[in-house]
C-alpha cells in the first residue's frame, strides 16, 4: 500500500504521517515512511534521533549516482533500478525504513525533475511485499503536486483544519491528484476543538471522504515549540488514529488487521 500525505502548511501533516507509520509498524510488515517535505521533520516525529537523521545521505543529494541510472542528456529512463540503495541510504528503526528526499534546491539550479523521477521509481520499486506499506510525508500546499512526486499513490491523504484556507488548499489537492491519475484521496480532519468545527468540516466534503476527525491536543501544541524527542502517541489520539488507519484499509485494502 502507498500513501501521500498531504496539506496546507501548519495543518500538522506531519504529526498524521508519523502517527499513521507507527500504527502500520505496529501491524506488521516493513514501513518505508519518506520524508519528502523540504522541511524534513519527519525523522524526529517517529523518534529517530536528529543527529542520525542528518547522517542519513538525501535523495536529492545523490546527483552521480541519479544521473547515471537515469541516462544523461534531455530525455532520461523513468524506471532507473533502485532496490539496492534501501540499505545505503535508509535508517532503520524496528521494522521501519526511513528515506529522505533532501532540502530544496538554490533559485537558479536545475529542477527537480530527475529526482521526482528517481524518487517515483524509488516508491514503485519498495512495495515487495502485500504488507508492506510506503508512507510520503509531502511538502506543505500542492507544489510537489505539480512535480508529480506522488504519482502512482494508491491513496492521497488531505489532512485539513477548521478554516477556509486550508479547505481551499484541500480542494486544490483533491482536484490535481485526480489529474495525476489518484484514484481515491481521503480527508483527515486536524485540530478539532468544538462540534461546530466538526460541523464545518463535514458540510465541506463528502461523509465518506471524511477518514477521521483528530481533537486539538495541547500537549502536541507545546511540544511544538522547541526540539524534543517524538512524544509518546496519547491515549485520545491513539484512538482516533487507528480509526483513521482502519478506514483507510476500508478504502485501499490489504492483509493488515
Keep these: 500500500m502507498k ?11 506531519t504529526t498524521v504521517a508519523a502517527n499513521l507509520v ?11 515512511a519518506i520524508d519528502a517535505d523540504p522541511d524534513a521533520c519527519l525523522a524526529a516525529a517517529i523518534g529517530i534521533p536528529e543527529d542520525e537523521a542528518a547522517k542519513l545521505k538525501p535523495v536529492v543529494e545523490m546527483r552521480d549516482v541519479i544521473r547515471a541510472r537515469s541516462g544523461g542528456g534531455v530525455f532520461y529512463t523513468l524506471n532507473p533500478k533502485v532496490d539496492d540503495f534501501i540499505d545505503d541510504y535508509s535508517y532503520k528503526l524496528g521494522n521501519i525504513r526511513f528515506l ?9 539550479s536545475e529542477c527537480y525533475c530527475r529526482e ?29 503536486l505539480s512535480r508529480g512526486t506522488a504519482r502512482g499513490v494508491d491513496m492521497m491523504l488531505i489532512v485539513v483544519e477548521p478554516s477556509r484556507n486550508s479547505i481551499n ?12 491519475g489518484i484514484a481515491r484521496t481521503g480527508i483527515i480532519a486536524n485540530n478539532v476543538r468544538s462540534e461546530k468545527q466538526i460541523q464545518f ?3 465541506c466534503f ?3 471522504s471524511i477518514l477521521g476527525f483528530i481533537k486539538f491536543s495541547e500537549e502536541l501544541w507545546l511540544n511544538a515549540m522547541e526540539p524534543s524527542p517524538a512524544l509518546e502517541t496519547e491515549k485520545e489520539l491513539l ?19
Design 22 to 32: 507507527k500504527i502500520f509498524a505496529q501491524h506488521g510488515g516493513t514501513v518505508y
Design 201 to 203: 468540516i463535514t458540510n
Design 116 to 144: 521526482n523521477t528517481f524518487l517515483n521509481a524509488l516508491v514503485t520499486s519498495l512495495l515487495l511485499d502485500q504488507n508492506d506499506t510506503v508512507i510520503m510525508d509531502m511538502g506543505a500546499g500542492i507544489e510537489h
Design 206 to 208: 463528502p461523509e465518506k
Design 169 to 180: 488548499t484541500a480542494r486544490q489537492v483533491e482536484k490535481m491528484a485526480g489529474e495525476l
Design 3 to 13: 500513501l501521500a500525505v498531504s496539506g496546507k502548511g501548519g495543518v500538522g501533516k
Design 239 to 257: 484512538k482516533e488514529m487507528k480509526q483513521v488507519y482502519l478506514n483507510i484499509l476500508g478504502e485501499v485494502g490489504g492483509n493488515k488487521h
Design 100 to 108: 529522505r528526499m533532501g532540502d530544496p534546491k538554490k533559485g537558479g
